[in-house]
Each structure stands twice: as structure tokens, then as C-alpha cells.
């Protein structure tokens, strides 16, 4: 089976893209965005998940934006540093997005799923960026995500990712850390991870679902008309 067919099959035709943000502050429709980074996750021909490319960008408060000064002390930004490369966010987004519509098609996805450390958060941040801008293409699900978070407390015990990572065998940083692509880096990383460690379950799964007659693996609408 092609690499392509698959990526569209292992997680339903969602390709999970990884989505890290710093901001500043905590609320998503007042504090700005200041970084946005996205990793594509890949399928192999064997049928494992691997980090593939990054994206990343600075990006300029928007108008009226809240900055809290305890956020920007956490992850080190300065947003109105002369050599800090920023654009604006609907910049930012837009190319970001073009990047990950070009990874769907090219995976034959239909859509992309985030993939976050406490995914809500990115998600959150991800969705009023949209609604502020008005981008109208937006590739991602709108509410479902893939919360390494929840993934690593379950298959490592532990939720913090500076620490799941040191169990997973992944290199950590403090230093680089609150960087948007380095935390999208380390987060794909520990994705794949838990994600391979299941790949014999993931494969069992397949099996039963052909067994059930399943197409594609997933079941046949439910009929509602008695209801």
C-alpha cells in the first residue's frame, strides 16, 4: 500500500498537523498572537507516523491586543523588537494554511486534525485568529483535536512534555523551550511516538473493522429514520 493511501487511512482521512503558539496571555479574543508553528505528520510505506516539515512565523500583536507582561517574562518575546521578523496574522495564516492545504492533497487527506500539548489552547488561540481575520479556508476541523497531553498521561504517565519527552527518549531543551517551533518540534515528536508504540493496536483495530464489514475501516452511517 503507497505511502499516501496510507496516511489517508490511519487516522479516517484527517491529517494531524501539530500547532504550537505563544502568546500574550491566556484569552484566545483578547491576547495576541506573537508565534504560530505547524509540523505535518507523515505515514511511512510501513505504516508509522514521523515528523515531517515545520512552518513557522512571527507575528504582529493585532490592534487593540492585550499583552500581559508575566506571559511575555515566560516566553521571552519581545514583540516590538526592531529585528524580531513578524507579519501581520491574516500573513501568517494564510501562508500557513497554503502550506497545509498542499500537505492534504498531497497525503490524499480531506482535512487537517490539530495535534497540540494541551490542544485546546492552540485550538483556541487558532480559531479567533480565523474569526479575526475572516480567512475563510480554513483547513482545520473546528473542534477536534489530538491532545498529546492526555496521549503521554496515558501511554507514559506523565503530561508535562519536557517530561514525557525525556521518557520517550526525545531531546529536550529548557532553553529553547517556549519557542513555538521548537515546542511543535518536540510535541511531533512525542505524537509519533505514543502513536507507534500503538501501531500493533492500531493494526489489530484494522482488522476487526474489515471482520465488521467496515468500508475504508469505518462503519456504515447509522439509520435514523425510526427515530
Not at 33 to 44: G, K, M, N, S
Not at 63 to 68: A, K, P, Q, Y
Request: aromatic share 8%.
Amino acid at each position: 500500500m503507497a505511502a499516501t493511501e496510507l496516511a489517508s487511512k490511519r487516522f479516517r482521512g484527517f491529517l494531524p498537523v501539530v500547532i504550537d503558539v505563544e502568546t500574550g496571555g491566556f484569552h484566545s479574543r483578547t491576547d495576541a498572537l506573537l508565534e504560530i508553528a505547524a509540523v505535518i505528520i507523515e505515514v511511512d510505506s510501513a505504516g508509522r507516523v514521523r515528523r515531517g516539515a515545520t512552518h513557522g512565523f512571527h507575528v504582529q500583536p493585532f490592534e487593540g491586543s492585550r499583552l500581559d507582561p508575566v506571559s511575555l517574562e515566560v516566553n521571552g518575546i519581545d514583540p516590538w523588537h526592531p529585528l524580531r521578523p513578524a507579519i501581520p496574522e491574516g500573513d501568517a495564516l494564510q501562508r500557513l494554511f497554503r502550506e497545509i492545504r498542499t500537505a492534504i492533497r498531497s497525503h490524499g487527506c480531506r482535512r487537517a486534525i490539530l495535534v497540540g500539548h494541551n490542544a485546546a489552547f492552540d485550538l483556541g488561540f487558532l480559531n479567533a485568529a480565523v474569526e479575526r481575520t475572516g480567512i475563510k479556508r480554513n483547513p482545520f476541523h473546528p473542534f477536534s483535536c489530538f491532545d498529546t497531553a492526555t496521549l503521554a498521561g496515558a501511554a507514559l504517565g506523565q503530561t508535562v512534555l519536557a517530561r514525557a519527552a525525556q521518557l520517550a527518549g526525545i531531546d529536550f531543551d529548557s532553553r529553547e523551550a517556549h519557542s513555538a517551533v521548537y515546542d511543535a518540534e518536540r510535541t511531533a515528536d512525542l505524537f509519533c511516538h505514543v502513536c507507534n508504540g500503538m501501531h500493533e493496536s492500531f493494526v489489530r483495530a484494522e482488522e476487526k473493522a474489515r471482520a465488521l464489514g467496515w468500508k475504508d475501516g469505518a462503519p456504515a452511517p447509522l439509520d435514523l429514520s425510526e427515530d
